[in-house]
């Protein structure tokens, strides 16, 4: 028995590793904003003339029409904002969802820029220049996608881009899910 | 000659070394004291994307800000436990670079304990291994042995030349 205990050991760390390397997004951490009502907030709008956005606006049914929405941090200096982009306008476009884009830490000119050149998947456009909302979201980096609903409760947080199979596997289940509480 | 030119080179380096003070910090705060506090704090935080860097070593723009908020909310007079908890409500334990120890992470905090535990159960196992007292030969088997041997140094005085 003594004798295999140094084999048993390590074939057990080996086992370890490969448990601990497997692991998916072991980067991800699941935020604490979930279940909660949104931060409260009050931001400017992108553009002269639009609408800028406050929490209040996320449970005001008058607003969200009843429905969930998506709030998108972005920015035009954020190379995975352009990769998910298609992906954003799919949603909006196609499915229908609103979706209220944050402009992270970027110069107006340049988020309006980048949503010409990619068109334009917000239903309103707001800038966080000083990156301070986006620390009450929790935010680490851009892009990050939050689902609100109705009430403007938190439901899910997508961590990084909307890229690959993931806006199929994770994040429209997730507002298929918050759409269907409302329907019955 | 020779002595004069070590001088001056000495010199120009001495007064390099001068100019080299380290620059001020435009966001330390005012008071010595709270600009202590802020940074003892900032060694503490997490940055987040940087991850394993705290915000005092890191250049990411949400480290700054992040360092930024820490001043701020030391200048309000918030203590370290305050402003560690404002940054839990929005990042989650993640942000402490030191896990706190609650009902998740009780394992974690008694890993080494626990390994201390299992060593000191392998000692004491060794221990009764070293002291399991060997019974001692009875007369049959004494002979036996006493006969191998002789055997045994028999056949090595064959073998030499």
Not at chain 2, 76 to 81: H, L, N
Not at chain 2, 108 to 135: C, N, Q, T
């Amino acid at each position: 028995m003594r004798r295999f205990l140094p084999f048993i050991i390590f074939v057990s760390l080996i086992g370890l590793f490969i448990f601990g390397l497997s692991r998916q997004n072991s980067v991800e951490v699941r935020s604490v904003l979930i279940g909660k009502p949104a931060p409260s907030f009050a931001l400017l709008p992108l553009q002269a003339g639009g609408h800028g956005l406050t929490n209040a606006d996320l449970s005001n049914h008058d607003v969200s029409g009843g429905k969930p929405v998506l709030i998108n941090f972005f920015a035009s200096w954020c190379v995975p904002c352009r990769a998910e982009h298609e992906n954003l306008m799919i949603l909006a476009r196609e499915k229908g969802i609103v979706i209220y884009g944050i402009s992270y830490r970027d110069r107006p000119r340049d988020s309006l820029a980048f949503l010409d050149e990619l068109g334009n998947p917000f239903t309103r456009m707001v800038i966080d220049g000083q990156g301070r909302t986006a620390i009450d979201w929790g935010v680490s980096g851009v892009p990050e996608t939050f689902l609100v609903d109705a009430d403007g409760i938190i439901r899910y947080r997508h961590w990084g881009p909307v890229v690959g199979d993931s806006l199929e596997k994770r994040l429209w289940p997730e507002i298929e899910a918050v759409l269907a509480e409302k329907r019955p | 000659m020779k002595q004069f030119i070590t001088a001056v080179i000495a010199s120009i380096f001495l007064s390099l070394a001068l100019l080299a003070e380290p620059p001020v910090n435009p966001d330390a705060l005012p008071d010595p004291v709270q600009e202590a506090a802020a940074r003892a704090l900032m060694k503490d935080i997490r940055c987040l994307v940087c991850q394993n860097q705290s915000i005092e070593d890191s250049d990411a723009d949400l480290a700054k800000d992040l360092r930024q908020i820490v001043r701020e909310q030391t200048a309000e007079g918030k203590s370290p436990a305050e402003i560690k908890a404002w940054l839990v409500s929005r990042y989650g334990d993640w942000v402490l670079l030191e896990p706190p120890f609650d009902e998740r992470t009780y394992f974690l905090w008694g890993s080494p304990f626990i390994l201390l535990g299992f060593l000191g159960i392998w000692f004491m196992f060794r221990e009764r291994d070293a002291k399991s007292v060997i019974a001692p030969l009875n007369e049959d088997e004494r002979l036996e042995l006493d006969a191998l041997l002789q055997q045994d140094d028999l056949a090595e005085g064959g073998d030499a030349p």
